[in-house]
């Protein structure tokens, strides 16, 4: 057994609980959150247009190539889910990644802009990110419906399928808007560790 | 009389990957045994005393800011920000990338962590990565900006970029760089800088010294190309070229050089990983040169099977192949190649007494990391040594690396949705003699696999000119010149109205003795393209071969016009003039073609000729 997938498990188990909490108290738990917006406005991350059907939050960042590689797919998943009231949030947890560089990365990467930064990674640990890229699905009522990876494309550290088998983000939207029961992923994300970007 | 060929026009044929290897300072630190004990508390790992030594001799070679890896292990400040990842790749031992177990021996800038220098890292991050005293912190490795073997003599780029797109999977790509030089060069050291090291995983390079290459190139519109490396695009005189990060291979030892000729192109296969943005990709190769022909060849001895046939499913397809040396050889270097369904890769020599020495062993293969191992300690293995290879693949759906989902059955081929299994082994022999009679063993059994692969490739794609050119050239190196000429034939009948494919039919019905018909094909071939030296020279050789010593001259002075640093034509063009009584012209064309530094027997063969047209003769 290695390291840091067990320690991603672990973190799992806990936030498994913490998000039945957040089912319940989504109310008063989300809004006490409030992140840097590119202008360092602070800004609730949950609040969205009345018509929205759920938020992915993507934990990201300007340095991590496993990151990178995903733009686009998360584009590709914008343009196919946006249109369907779902909100694509970039987050970028790293303190070290300053507004003008995140600026310059949306704009290379062609992220939706959007995007908020997370310096004392509170929005990592209120949704149980651990690595970049990962991302995190809300429901209008605050409900963690959705914690984990993209795609199966990255098996681990090195080990990389030539194409992803499994969408599991994609299929994680499909049944919330669906109303059906959101499938969880199979392992964890593989990427660059949020924990080590603490300052 | 001596009649002598032109190389042929077209090609195209078989791939193999290369890299290199370049030295890496040892680590000089005693943290590795320290690791190990169980004395240490955990506290007392910190970054400047403990860990800057492991990471400052095997990882910053490409974790410096300037580097090809993604960051930089040369502060505490950028290697803490990946705690948790360095820990994590070097346990996997997914990095440094070095995928050779130990037991195969040392090899040149091997990288390889022991065990406990992975068990300190990890006891690094889980104590909290502490900085400890910078006053600690040993000297920052030295790292080369620019070019590390010194001041190229000739730096070679293609001439524009490639853009790579965003996304999707892995892109493997051609480019075919002239190498301009107006003589012959004698070549110690090839260097490559990726121009996008965020992208270029690897690169395999070759040299081609035919046009082949460049025709590829040519009909795709974007720089590079996409397909089959040429069958001409070879590891020149037996050295491996090649590229994979941190490994820059040393420069050759005084009298190892490689020739290039006039008129050569490199070939550069890139492997590219998309980024997430489009990139834009421009490597640059420099080259070094030296003065002095090379004393020693070595010559690459190729193990591998090229009908491997894995069934959809099959967890465990293992082949082997294996050759015995005929005589002593000195073991300079191995690579093994196979793409993503290879799982493990074992090379093994077995002595005449029975001893036995692995040469590499790789029980993890990963497509993506294709160095080449060059020994620190060459070794030599006694005539009658068995040269073994056994590679087993994994073609189930749960090798994850597997590009087929579900999977299908996989056959022999260059592109990457294809299997290929292949160890090349770097051998010098004690002299030329022995390199000649180790050729003379090796090359049948070459390209009787060759033939297998080709063949298969063309039942697949039965329509493709470049694999008959290509299968047609192998034959004639085979002495099959029947099958030869059915394949140019074939070539001649998808492309009639090229004068290339003219050409090479022609000049295979020469090698089969079918003269009237060649004189046909080369007439074609001229009708084609008036302004063709080759199809000029070997029309004229046939023509004198004949008797024809009027219209071989007019031939063959039309070569030599179009093509003056043509030594076959020289050569041959003094032979007509011998023929007709003209010594003085006979000489001097000798003398011009010899000094073009032409390779052996013809060198030799010309001295000769120069001899005896000084005295007026044509033979003794």
């Known amino acids: 057994m290695e390291r840091a997938p067990r320690l991603d498990r672990r973190t799992w188990l806990l936030l498994a609980v913490s998000a039945a909490f957040a089912l319940r108290l989504s109310a008063a738990s989300a809004p006490a959150l409030r992140l840097p917006d590119l202008d360092n406005r602070l800004v609730d991350p949950f609040q969205t247009a009345a018509d929205t059907r759920a938020i992915v939050f993507l934990f990201i960042s300007v340095d991590c190539p496993i990151s990178n590689r995903y733009a686009p797919e998360i584009r590709r998943l914008n343009e196919a889910f946006a249109p369907r009231g779902v909100v694509f949030r970039p987050v970028y947890p790293n303190p070290a990644e300053s507004p003008e560089a995140i600026r310059g990365h949306l704009k290379d990467y062609r992220y939706p802009a959007s995007a908020l930064r997370d310096p004392r990674q509170q929005l990592a640990r209120f949704a149980g990110a651990t690595i970049t890229p990962e991302a995190v699905v809300y429901d209008r009522q605050g409900r963690r419906l959705y914690l984990g990876r993209i795609d199966d494309r990255y098996v681990a550290l090195g080990l990389e399928r030539p194409a992803p088998t499994r969408h599991d983000l994609e299929e994680a939207l499909d049944a919330t808007l669906a109303g059906k029961p959101v499938p969880q992923p199979t392992a964890p994300a593989v990427g660059c560790f949020i924990a080590d970007f603490a300052q | ?620």
């Open chain 2, 1 to 620: 009389m001596t009649v002598r060929f032109s190389r042929f026009a077209t090609a195209s044929g078989v791939v193999l990957a290369a890299s290199i290897v370049a030295a890496v300072p040892e680590a000089s630190h005693a943290a590795g045994n320290r690791g190990s004990s169980p004395g240490v508390p955990v506290e007392a790992v910190t970054f400047s005393k403990d860990i800057a030594p492991i990471l400052f001799a095997r990882c910053a070679v490409c974790h410096n800011p300037a580097g090809s890896a993604p960051f930089s292990v040369l502060t505490y400040r950028s290697a803490k920000q990946r705690a948790s990842l360095i820990a994590s790749a070097t346990k996997r031992r997914f990095m440094p990338p070095w995928k050779a177990e130990p037991e195969s021996g040392d090899f040149i800038g091997q990288p390889r962590l022991t065990d406990g220098e992975i068990d300190l890292i990890q006891r690094w991050v889980e104590g909290g990565a502490a900085e400890g005293d910078p006053h600690d912190l040993p000297p920052r490795p030295r790292i080369a900006g620019g070019w590390e073997l010194g001041t190229p003599d000739l730096i070679v780029s293609p001439s524009q970029a490639y853009t790579l797109a965003a996304g999707g999977s892995d892109v493997f790509r051609i480019f075919v760089i002239p190498l301009p030089t107006d003589r012959v060069r004698y070549v110690r050291g090839l260097e490559f800088h990726p121009g996008n090291p965020r992208v270029v995983h690897h690169a395999n390079i070759r040299i081609d010294r035919t046009p082949a290459s460049r025709t590829f190139d040519d009909e795709d519109p974007a720089p590079g190309y996409e397909g089959l490396m040429a069958h001409s695009a070879v590891y020149p005189d037996g050295h491996f070229l090649g590229w994979t990060p941190g490994q820059v291979a040393p420069l050759l030892p005084k009298g190892l050089a490689w020739r290039l000729d006039p008129g050569t192109d490199l070939v550069v296969e890139l492997h590219m990983q998309p980024s997430g943005r489009p990139e834009p990709v421009q490597p640059a190769v420099g080259l070094f040169f030296g003065d002095d022909p090379p004393e020693r060849t070595p010559l690459m001895l190729r193990l591998g099977r090229q009908n491997i046939d894995i069934p959809a499913g099959e967890k465990n397809y293992t082949i082997t192949d294996s050759f015995v040396v005929p005589v002593d050889v000195e073991v300079q270097a191995v690579q093994p190649h196979a793409h993503y369904l290879a799982r493990d890769v074992k090379g093994v020599a077995t002595l005449p007494d029975g001893t036995t020495r692995t040469l590499i062993s790789i029980k993890d293969w990963d497509f993506r990391w294709q160095h080449v191992y060059r020994y620190v300690t060459p070794f030599t293995l006694p005539k009658g040594t068995t040269l073994a290879m056994r590679y087993t693949f994994d073609n189930s759906a749960g090798n994850p690396r597997n590009p087929q989902r579900p999977p299908e059955r996989v056959l022999w081929g260059q592109r990457s949705r294809d299997e290929m299994g292949d160890l090349w082994i770097q051998v010098l022999t004690r002299n030329n003699r022995d390199l000649e009679t180790l050729t003379r063993g090796v090359r049948p059994k070459v390209l009787a696999e060759d033939v297998f692969g080709y063949e298969r490739e063309i039942q697949r794609d039965p329509a493709s000119v470049a694999l008959h050119d290509d299968v047609a050239q192998v034959y004639l190196q085979l002495g099959r010149s029947a099958e030869a000429v059915a394949h140019f034939d074939a070539s001649l009948r998808l492309n009639p109205q090229s004068a290339a494919t003219h050409f090479n039919l022609g000049t295979a019905l020469t090698v089969a003795g079918r003269f009237d018909e060649a004189i046909e094909q080369y007439g074609a071939a001229l009708r084609l393209n008036p302004d063709y030296p080759r199809a000029h020279n070997n029309l004229g050789s046939v023509l004198l071969q004949r008797g024809h010593v009027q219209d071989a001259t007019a031939h063959l002075t039309e070569a030599v016009r179009l093509e003056p640093a043509n030594v076959e034509a020289r050569s041959n063009l003094a032979v007509a003039y011998a023929a007709a009584g003209e010594y003085e012209r006979a000489v001097e064309l000798v003398q011009t073609a010899l000094g073009l530094a032409p390779l052996e027997p013809l060198a030799t063969l010309l001295r000769d000729h120069l001899e005896l047209y000084k005295e007026r003769r044509t033979k003794r």
